[in-house]
């Protein structure tokens, strides 16, 4: 497994941003998809977006046209920047990665490593 760990979350007020931060600790990244879950209390774990090593961007219908996903390989890191901010963002966010390309991101199931997660509350 690949050591991930997860930071940038925090409470926002509607309509704010934030920008995740997924650094990979010991591992090059360069041959690793990076995807982005989140889990809402009550709720599957969902996939909203993942960046392959080419760096193609995909997004969950949820998410798209707000949140954009990026990523670094120098500094081991990957993004989400999110924008436009719903109470219904308000989760925890997980990354995540799989072999080389995004193929069935949006299943939890395809990926071997997972950060601790960090929480995001959407809330006035």
């Known amino acids: 497994q690949v050591p991930l760990v997860e930071s940038g979350g925090g409470l926002v007020q509607p309509g704010g941003s934030l920008r995740l931060s997924c650094v990979v600790s010991?591992?090059?990244?360069?041959?690793?998809?990076i995807a982005w879950f989140r889990q809402a209390p009550g709720k599957e774990r969902e996939g909203i977006s993942c960046?392959?090593?080419?760096?193609?961007?995909y997004y969950a219908d949820s998410v798209k046209g707000r949140f954009r996903i990026s990523r670094d390989n120098r500094k081991k890191t990957a993004y989400l920047q999110m924008n436009s901010l719903k109470p219904e963002d308000t989760a925890v966010y997980y990354c995540?990665?799989?072999?080389?390309?995004?193929?069935?991101?949006?299943?939890?199931?395809?990926?071997?490593?997972w950060g601790q997660g960090t929480q995001v509350i959407v809330s006035s």
């Open positions: 995540a990665t799989k072999t080389r390309y995004c193929s069935d991101y949006q299943s939890s199931t395809k990926f071997a490593s």
């Open positions: 010991g591992f090059t990244v360069d041959d690793l998809a």
């Open positions: 960046i392959d090593v080419d760096q193609n961007p």
